[in-house]
């Protein structure tokens, strides 16, 4: 309790922490993990995206 209670100390009075939690909560992983999956997917999106799209130049021939 006494280390939680270092932690939001830190970060009250300089807006972050100094060092990261030892651990990773769930409800913190799940996010990460969706954070990445968006990521993904734009990436994928991007990338797909120049390969296969028509200009209407291209539709005119």
């Not at 300089?14 to 999956?37: C, H, I, N, R």
């Not at 200009?55 to 021939?61: A, C, E, V, Y």
């Amino acid at each position: 309790m006494e280390q939680q209670n270092s932690f939001n100390s830190q970060q009250q009075s300089t807006g972050f922490m100094k060092q990261p939690p030892e651990m990773v909560s769930v409800k913190d992983s799940l996010y990460l993990t969706d954070m990445l999956a968006w990521n993904l997917n734009a990436v994928k999106k991007a990338h797909f995206l120049p390969h296969n799209v028509r200009t209407r130049k291209s539709l005119m021939r």
